[in-house]
């Protein structure tokens, strides 16, 4: 069982990654000018479904898993 949960994690990290990678990089000028014109934003919330699926299943997983302890 530890495997297959081990096993899940990792697939569920390589599917949630994209949010770091396709994030918008700071400003690297050093200028300090946050007020410049920005580049074509990359929307981050096309993923949150991926989000919530893996939330719903973790919940339903440890709820099962305390349900049979006590």
Do not use: W
């Amino acid at each position: 069982m530890k495997n297959k949960l081990l096993k899940l994690y990792i697939l569920g990290f390589f599917i949630l990654t994209d949010f770091i990678a396709f994030a918008q990089p700071g400003d690297n000028t050093g200028d300090g000018d946050l007020e410049g014109e920005d580049p074509d934003p990359v929307p981050i919330n096309g993923k949150l479904i991926y989000l919530g699926i893996a939330g719903l299943f973790f919940a339903f997983y440890t709820y099962r898993k305390n349900k049979r302890i006590a």
